[in-house]
């Protein structure tokens, strides 16, 4: 595919490097066309070294080409990382002073904007105008992260990291259409990850859980307009999404506490985290030591409560009005019946509004980048859910989630 990295001028212009390095190695030809100011930043020739490509900024080099009309005109996805407000504020303006504004005119492809700059910026009524503006006509427009900005300054405006801008952007690919703002204004409660029941003050048991599955739905929640909170359990080495409130926890009981808080009011719930099914009786105060004489013969277990189950009879005894639930079941096939067989019990016995269902093995599901399976709904609908990423994955359950919404 065939990307143009916009870069505006500001001080997370460095994070641009990265970003231009993910697309590189993934397999596409990128073209960087930074701003003048942004090359006050990060040099020409180190965004020529990173994508093998010549680096403009006016609209009067290479001639011959007209590269202010091809580079926009061949382009699969533009994305503009960081988009300054100056940036922002004369895109939506439809200026053509420079190559990269001149770009954006030309291009008809998917456009991705990253925001960066003081929140004071980001707030003013003018930059908010713009955004407005820049996606009623079909741009993808990200919600920046929160955190420490120049200075000494902290607040909403900061750039969200590369990770999280090139998973939006491939997922921009993948869907070929802009990300809706279709749950502005939602509150929606996400769980991720799995829980780790303890033994002792050594072990646990867990789960191959990683929680990319929930992140993703979380950062792509959010993107779509959502007011989102991250109820996350084992997640180790995953960035925060960008816009989002986390909440970490450890075991299925805490889990389950900070779920029957956060659930009340919000639109929905979506449990992608993988929950113990079962946790020992006791838990032993020191380490059990092999070779002490004292080593148990067996660990008794303890069945954990069913928080999907106990959301869907909260809802049924009226203290969650309206709120759309959604489960995950990881299943494999048996001598008694096949994957989709197993689900369908599963999504009556728990009774929620959808049921997403993987097939797990491995190198499926678990602790990958991809995923595939089936949507169930309580009114009889299956969709199958195409292997891709884990982004394109939620989508799709966000897709079908806004429907239900009350």
């Known amino acids: 595919m065939r990307i143009v990295v916009g870069v505006g001028g500001g001080i997370a212009a460095y994070k641009a490097c990265s970003l231009v390095r993910k697309f590189t190695e993934t397999g596409h030809e990128v073209r960087v066309i930074p701003t003048e100011s942004a090359l006050q930043f990060v040099g020409k020739a180190t965004f020529e070294a990173l994508s093998g490509n010549p680096v403009n900024t006016g609209v009067f080099a290479d001639v ?31 200026r053509a002073d420079d190559l990269l504004t001149a770009t954006l005119l030309t291009a008809r492809c998917p456009v991705l904007f990253a925001p960066a700059m003081h929140t004071e910026m980001w707030e003013h009524p003018a930059t908010v105008a713009n955004v407005e503006t820049l996606r009623s006509r079909g741009a993808t427009v990200m ?25 939006l952007a491939s997922l921009l690919l993948e869907r070929a259409d802009a990300i809706p703002r279709d749950l502005t204004g939602r509150r929606v409660v996400i769980t991720a990850g799995g829980t780790r029941e303890p033994m002792d003050p050594v072990r646990f048991i867990g789960n191959r859980s990683s929680g990319k599955q929930g992140y993703a739905l979380a950062r ?59 946790r020992p009786t006791t838990v ?13 013969d067996s660990i008794p277990l303890t ?3 069913d928080i999907l189950a106990g959301l869907v009879q909260a809802r049924r005894d009226g203290q969650l009005t309206g709120t759309v639930i959604v489960g995950f079941a990881a299943e494999t096939g ?24 993987n097939a797990v093995g491995e190198g499926r599901a678990f602790e990958v980048d991809n995923n595939d399976g089936w949507l169930l709904g309580a009114d009889g609908t299956e969709q199958a859910l ?21």
């Open 64 to 94: 011959p080409e007209v590269p202010h009309v091809r580079i926009g005109q061949e382009a699969d996805l533009v994305v503009i990382a960081p988009a300054t407000a100056d940036l922002m504020a004369r895109a939506a303006m439809g």
């Open 143 to 167: 919600v920046p992260a929160s955190g420490r900005l120049t200075g000494a300054d902290t607040g909403a405006g900061r750039l969200p990291e590369p990770d999280e801008i090139f998973g």
């Open 220 to 278: 792509v929640a959010a993107q779509r307009g959502a007011q989102v909170t991250l109820i996350a359990g084992n997640t180790i080495g995953i960035e925060p999404p960008a816009a989002v409130d986390v909440l970490h926890v450890t075991t299925a009981e805490q889990m389950g506490t900070a779920v029957d808080k956060h659930a009340v009011g919000a639109d929905a719930v979506i449990m992608a985290a993988a929950v113990a099914d079962f």
């Open 284 to 296: 032993a105060v020191a380490k059990i030591k092999k070779g002490s004489g004292n080593e148990p």
């Open 303 to 305: 069945k954990n409560r």
């Open 334 to 357: 048996d001598e008694h019946a096949d994957v989709l067989t197993h689900a369908r019990a599963k999504l009556q016995r728990k009774g929620c509004d959808l049921l997403v269902v």
């Open 386 to 406: 195409d292997h891709g990423s884990k982004a394109l994955l939620a989508s799709r359950v966000l897709d079908a989630l806004g429907p239900l919404l009350r």
